[in-house]
């Protein structure tokens, strides 16, 4: 692994010759011919990203009958016949066991690779690798020889064709990435592979940079040192990436991200995972059995394992059944998170020794290190986020999708290169106001706009309802007081809490964004302990423009929006003492004389239609009228409270009797 490099300086930037070539002078600045995309080329799966002023999204590439949360995934996979591609991603994956020889995966593994390095790995492959020119890895189909880049070409076209379709335009350019420990040949070969797609290839990017830059980490000029921990389905890459800002004096100068050191494990990875989870199903399934049999049962296993997994990464037990169907033994059986983590504790040590050696390499030490960059599906779980916090003592970055973070982060490079990105929001306060949606649909604000950051806040909640276990927050964003006319950022639960009445929990919420403008939420219940957390970039998205817009809706609605969280906050007081007073009425009602008691009864019934209309339409209720409403009944049930009191004191006495 190369320890000491940088990602491509801008005089790489240049056309490359060949198709796509364009005149980069001379053209206006977002004129689409000038766009730049951003392409993950990855072992298991591709993505395709596009940034404009608003940031990065990932586009809809993939098979559009796959789940939802798949379809912007491209297997990288690809059929051959003979002479032609027959299929490409989702449906060349899907049939891959009907054409075992003809059918393409990993290539990654062997770009820029010789024969000769790559003869071990192309052992356990159902394709055929064979020696092809000037003694690279290829594959042979049909008598066929296609290089890696060859093979990487035709997947490359097929992402550049379902981009342009979903973005409207002839996609011609793109930012690729690769792995950090990548050498020069590897990265020609996949340059080269861009190039026969019809891409002119303005970047290689280094993996663990581009997910930097998506969190937004070095793009505003700040230099920090940051660590790239990636765990994906069969490999793990630790990378230690210095951020050297422009010189101030260079307007449009970029940041330089340095390798530092690289580490990881290469046969490490969520398959892992799922073996430790199942492995006495495994043990038993290659007791016996000819080698196809035995990898039938395997491959089964491994299915139902990995989505058991998945589900441990949310629930503290999830059940496991499979019918075996006469292949396998059936299998009924409730798997924890505990025990999981326990088999798979080995496997987490393996990664954190990584670290370990990856920080030392750098000549830094944990305390030196900025922040930590989570990258890959298995990063997901949950004990791989408590370790990497535990060892590096800072919670790692989880807040954007880490399937999603690279090429996210190769768009971003692609817009800074294209010059889009100039719109973007420079973040050094905080655009628009943050907080947590309180009972009735109003927002409590803990973070005001244009606060510079880092910052902090602090607040105080508590339940509306008797013995709440589950607590839902809701963060949003925006200057409005209504949690409706705001913009939703995350939803997250506090579970567990002993079941107190309403208004006792003491729910302490912490706001926290970071230099990077990464904004992480934390509860705590503060009798029972429990907490809970959600991380987020609040500024995904978001357009100078829309800013503008939020700010000028925020004006004009301001004197709406005060009465309406007024009546809102009414309300929600109103029903915790009409619940008190009318509780206490029905154990003093004989105590009373019954004039009060009626004016008690009737000032309950009209608080009440107020509260009633107030949930219906809060913009509907006079403020002023509620308030009146409530204060009389606060007075008129002055003789209720204190003849409960009274009440209260006298059971007492005669209890101590
Ligand atoms: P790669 O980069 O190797 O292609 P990915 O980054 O896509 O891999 O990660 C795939 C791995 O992530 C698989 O092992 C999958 O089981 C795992 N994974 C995905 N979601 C979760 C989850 N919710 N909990 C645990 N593991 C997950
Ligand atoms: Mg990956």
Not at 224 to 247: A, K, M, N, R, S
Not at 425 to 453: C, F, H, Q, W, Y
Not at 461 to 474: E, R, Y
């Amino acid at each position: 692994m190369s320890g000491h490099e940088q990602d491509e300086s801008s005089e790489e930037l240049s056309p490359v010759s060949g198709v796509g070539e364009s005149s980069v002078d001379g053209e206006a600045a977002g004129d689409p011919v000038d766009l730049i995309v951003g392409i993950d080329l990855g072992t298991t799966n591709s993505l395709v990203a596009f940034a404009d002023a608003g940031g990065s999204r990932i586009l809809g590439v993939g098979d559009p009958r796959a789940d939802n949360d798949q379809a912007d995934l491209v297997p990288s996979v690809v059929r051959y016949s003979s002479d032609s591609v027959e299929a490409v991603g989702a449906e060349a994956a899907a049939d891959l066991k009907s054409h075992p020889t003809r059918t393409v995966f990993s290539v990654k593994r062997f770009m820029g690779r010789s024969h000769a390095d790559r003869k071990a790995e192309a052992l356990v492959l159902p394709y055929s690798v064979v020696e092809g020119p000037r003694g690279l890895a290829s594959v042979e189909i049909d008598g066929r020889i296609r290089t890696p880049q060859q093979i990487s070409a035709d997947l490359l076209s097929h992402l550049r064709e379902q981009a342009s379709a979903v973005l409207g335009w002839a996609v011609r350019r793109a930012v690729i990435t690769v792995p950090a420990y990548f050498d020069d040949a590897q990265r020609q070969a996949t340059r080269d592979a861009g190039r026969l797609a019809g891409l002119e290839v303005v970047r290689i990017l280094n993996e663990p940079t581009a997910a930097a830059l998506a969190y937004g980490i070095g793009t505003r000029g700040t230099g920090e040192t940051i660590v790239v921990y990636d765990l994906g389905g069969g490999t793990f890459d630790v990378t230690v990436l210095e951020v050297i800002p422009p010189d101030p004096g260079d307007a449009d100068g970029e940041s330089i991200f340095r390798v530092l050191a690289t580490a990881g494990d290469s046969n490490l990875g969520g398959d892992d995972f799922d073996r430790a989870l199942i492995q006495d199903l495994i043990d038993e399934a290659v007791l016996d059995g000819d080698p196809a049999e035995r990898a039938r049962r395997l491959a089964i296993l491994r299915e139902v394992g990995a989505r058991a997994k998945e589900a441990l990464s949310d629930a503290d037990a999830t059940r496991l059944v499979l019918d075996g169907g006469g292949v396998l033994p059936d299998v009924d059986r409730m798997l924890t998170r505990s025990a999981f983590e326990e088999a798979a504790r080995p496997l987490v040590d393996r990664t954190i020794d990584a670290c370990r050696r990856a920080v030392r390499d750098a000549g830094l030490e944990t305390s030196k290190i900025d922040q930590v960059v989570m990258v890959g599906g298995s990063t997901r779980m949950p004990m791989i986020r408590e370790a990497v916090e535990k060892w590096f003592g800072r919670p790692g970055y989880v807040a954007l999708d880490p399937d999603r973070v690279i090429a996210m982060g190769a768009a971003v490079q692609g817009s800074i290169l294209s010059g889009v990105r100039q719109d973007a929001l420079l973040l050094d306060v905080i655009p628009l106001s943050l907080g947590l949606e309180t009972a009735g649909g109003a927002v409590a604000k803990l973070v005001s706009r244009n606060t510079m950051v880092p910052t902090k806040a602090v607040e105080m909640f508590s339940t509306s309802v008797d013995g709440q276990i589950n607590v839902a927050l809701h963060v949003v964003q925006g200057e409005r007081e209504m949690v409706a006319d705001c913009r939703s950022l995350a939803r997250f639960e506090l579970r567990g809490l002993p079941p107190m009445p309403a208004g006792i929990p003491q729910i302490e919420v912490t706001f926290n964004v970071d230099a990077n403008g990464v904004l992480g939420v934390d509860a705590v219940e503060r009798r029972s302990g429990r907490r809970a957390r959600v991380q987020v970039v609040p500024s995904n998205g978001l357009t100078r423009e829309e800013v503008a817009q939020i700010e000028a809706d925020s004006f004009t609605h301001a004197r709406d929006d005060m009465a309406v969280h007024r009546v809102v906050d009414l309300a929600v007081n109103a029903a915790l003492d009409v619940k008190w007073i009318r509780e206490a009425l029905d154990r003093v009602r004989g105590e009373l004389p019954s004039s009060i008691a009626e004016v008690v009864d009737s000032q309950l019934a009209v608080v009440e239609v107020f509260i009633q209309s107030a949930r219906k339409d809060p913009r509907s209720v006079d403020a002023d009228a509620f308030h009146a409403a409530k204060d009389s009944l606060d007075k008129s049930s002055m003789p209720v409270h204190e003849a409960s009191i009274t009440r209260s004191l006298r059971e007492r006495d005669s209890q101590n009797d």
